[in-house]
């Protein structure tokens, strides 16, 4: 396997960690299949993890080491990156990669300072605003703006168990970032976009607009289905950017911000 | 113990705290040892599958595999095994496409992910059940109920396969259409399915059969039971059991129902209604089948969500009277063990204001209920905790029997207080019992309440 920058093996997987392996061909997790490449880890540190995941030092996670990585001995150290499998008294996972030196584990996060200060945090701060640049660049009108309407849009003839319930909201813009609509203008204006105000699990994380909101809206344009309702829609949790995002955008050449 | 209840979120998930509703459960009827489970639990580190709840100890401990593809976590998801063979079926609403997906494995206790067998869009609420036929490994049948919008206005169908543990997609699986009378433009939700050892296979579903003008949301429904005789074969299957008064396939068990069908809000405490029903043979003569759904009695001005079981001893023909009637209750479903004893579990909303509970409850009874057994299974407050999303508990729980045992579950508060558990509860999370705590990992840091799934195991 060639060599993976932190950024790409971070961006590859759900969890990584660093940690010093304490057995070999041995689980954890009752019931997990092991071989060789099966091995117990003792983590040392937590670099990657949600907190429903308790990976805190000293517990134990069992790997099943990657077949294109060399396999590893008792004693050693390393930082794995991997997917998760099993989730029983104790965690097993998928390893997907793999650094030997102390690039991460070095650099671990530092909770309690607000810049990024490692090349872990560095590179998790990277994959996120790659994730928004990418998302500013599919959508279609991106406007500083706050809501000043909210209304239902479309009762449907025969209600389904998860019906979005469209309403629409009516935006207040004060600049325009990217893209144009009609009644926009240098000054500003308004603009609307339809969304889903369902709370039925399927529609549950698309962004929910609240009177007087404000804030860098990502607005997507209607298909067919929803063009009579309103020009545009929001259709993503990252739909919505706090405003300061502005200078991101900047950075990257988008629209005329 | 003949008893027994477990929280079913592993101890290494301690610190979770996601609305883990809408449960489902398989137990292996070759090996009830193995059971699995579902919920609207997603994978706790976003991965690109979605976790499965399995035991190997006949539910006393579980853990989560991330098998089922389409995303960190489903919508609707269902689960059966077959007779033999220890193969896994579910059907899903993918997250990632919200299309149906029927998925196998069959090794459900590996982490090798599930094969996809099917994907079509425009669909509702899969609901799994399966058998084998034949002698020696025989061939598995798979019938999923399923709410299909691509035959709209007649939805209600059944996606089945006779021969579905080993065949490439899409191992015989195809969608037959259940409906056979004009409806108001779709049918409910909840088409169940529940299938006999000699080829009897019943299907019940919701005909919507007109809309009300009392409100947008409210509809007048029939409850109508189908019946195949061979297994659901041939193209026109599911139609061996006529009402007499049209002469159509689909016995109309109950007519002119009222029902508000709140997909989208919540009137019974935090939940919504509208489409609860549920269907049992018994696994010792499959002319005694029993049918168990809600509607509104008091209709438009009432509140109440009632739920009726009903049982037929010919096949489905005619319908003795109402074995339960209860108020305010959803989520209903039944199951007969190998001697007849019928199990019927639901979750009702009891008390007034603020003191109002979800109370889960388990009856059994040998005699049609004409006694029964009741055990309570949980209690919890209505309001907490808050929900997250709907469905707050979930649109369905099940129960299965296999041999003399009942397996079943269903979701609920998860705070650790003796009292909401008045059968007894085993916990594999962290929780402090004396402070009614749950606890993270570190057994120290405090974590909130939410819904969890338990598992029911009555053992006679």
Redesign the interface.
């Known amino acids: 396997m060639a060599d993976r920058s932190l950024k790409d093996l971070i961006g590859s997987s759900?969890?990584a960690f660093a940690a010093t392996v304490q057995a070999i061909g041995q689980s954890s997790?009752?019931?997990?299949?092991v071989d060789d490449r099966t091995v117990v880890v003792r983590v040392d540190q937590a670099l990657n993890?949600?907190?429903?995941?308790?990976l805190?030092a000293g517990?134990q996670v069992t790997v099943q080491l990657s077949g294109d990585l060399p396999k590893l001995k008792v004693g050693d150290q390393a930082t794995f990156f991997a997917?998760?499998?099993?989730?029983?008294?104790?965690?097993?996972v998928?390893e997907v990669g793999r650094l030997r030196d102390d690039t991460a584990a070095a650099g671990a996060r530092a909770a309690s300072l607000e810049e990024p200060s490692s090349n872990m945090e560095q590179a998790l701060a990277e994959i996120e605003q790659d994730s928004f640049i990418t998302h500013a660049e599919e959508a279609d009108l991106i406007v500083r703006a706050r809501v000043v309407r909210l209304e239902e849009a479309q009762?449907p003839?025969?209600?389904?168990?998860?019906?979005p319930?469209w309403w629409v909201a009516t935006f207040e813009v004060d600049l325009v970032a990217k893209g144009d609509a009609p009644g926009l203008g240098e000054g500003g204006g308004s603009v609307s976009a339809v969304y889903a105000n369902?709370?039925?699990?399927?529609w549950?994380k698309w962004p929910k607009p609240k009177a007087g909101q404000g804030g860098l809206w990502l607005l997507h344009k209607t298909g067919e289905e929803l063009a009579a309702l309103a020009p545009f829609q929001l259709l993503h949790p990252e739909d919505l950017q706090p405003s300061t995002q502005l200078d991101a955008l900047r950075e990257h050449g988008i629209g005329d911000a | 113990m003949p008893l027994t209840v477990v929280n079913m979120i592993p101890k290494s998930l301690s610190g979770e705290t996601q609305q883990d509703s809408e449960p489902n459960i398989a137990v292996n009827p070759e090996n009830p040892l193995q059971i699995v489970g579902s919920a609207f639990t997603p994978d706790p580190l976003n991965g690109n599958r979605a976790p499965i709840f399995v035991s190997t100890d006949g539910g006393m401990s579980w853990s989560l595999r991330t098998i089922v593809p389409g995303g960190p976590a489903t919508r609707d998801i269902s689960v059966a095994f077959a007779d033999r063979g220890g193969a896994l079926y579910a059907g899903t609403l993918s997250f990632s496409t919200v299309a149906l997906n029927v998925l196998r494995t069959r090794n459900p206790f590996a982490v090798t992910p599930m094969t996809l067998l099917d994907d079509r869009g425009d669909e509702d609420q899969p609901w799994v059940s399966a058998a084998t036929a034949g002698t020696g490994a025989g061939k598995d049948r798979v019938y999923i109920g399923h709410n299909n919008f691509n035959t709209s206005p007649r939805t209600a169908s059944v996606e089945l396969s006779r021969d579905a543990r080993t065949a490439p997609a899409p191992a015989g699986f195809v969608s037959r259409v259940l409906e056979r009378r004009s409806n108001v433009g779709q049918d409910g939700p909840p088409i169940r399915t529940a299938v006999h050892p000699d080829g009897t296979v019943y299907a019940a579903f919701h005909r919507w059969v007109s809309s009300l003008p009392s409100g947008p949301l409210d509809f007048s429904i029939d409850v109508v039971m189908t019946r195949d005789d061979n297994w659901g074969g041939g193209s026109t299957p599911f139609r061996a059991l006529t009402d007499p008064s049209d002469n159509r396939a689909g016995r109309r068990v109950a007519r002119n129902r009222f029902i508000r069908f709140t997909g989208s809000t919540g009137p019974l405490g935090q939940e919504r209604i509208g489409a609860d029903l549920a269907v049992a043979v018994d696994p010792s003569d499959s002319d005694k089948v029993w049918l168990a759904w809600c509607d509104r009695v008091g209709g438009a001005t009432s509140t109440d969500w009632t739920v009726h079981l009903r049982r037929s001893t010919n096949r489905g023909q005619t319908w003795g009277t109402e074995r339960r009637k209860v108020t305010n209750a959803k989520n209903p479903t039944i199951a007969v063990n190998a001697h007849g004893v019928t199990g019927f579990m639901f979750q009702q909303l009891r008390g007034t204001g603020a003191a109002r509970r979800w109370v889960t409850v388990l009856e059994l009874s040998g005699d049609a209920f004409r006694t029964r057994t009741r055990h309570v299974l949980h209690t919890a407050l209505a309001s907490d905790p808050p929900r997250q999303f709907l469905p707050y508990l979930g649109d369905y729980i099940r129960l299965l029997a296999v041999g003399d045992d009942f397996y079943g579950v269903f979701s609920g508060s998860n705070l650790p207080d003796a009292a909401n558990f008045p059968s007894g509860v085993t916990y594999q999370r962290n929780a402090n019992w004396n402070t009614h705590t749950l606890l993270r990992a570190d057994n120290s840091t405090p974590v909130q309440v939410s819904v969890d799934p338990f598992f029911v195991h009555h053992s006679p």
Do not use: K, M
Not at chain 1, 83 to 92: K, S, T
Not at chain 1, 157 to 163: G, I, K, P, Y
């Open positions: 759900q969890v997790v009752p019931g997990v299949a993890a949600p907190p429903e995941v308790e805190g517990s997917d998760p499998a099993v989730y029983g008294d104790g965690i097993a998928s009762t003839e025969l209600a389904r168990e998860h019906d319930l369902s709370i039925d699990i399927q549950r």
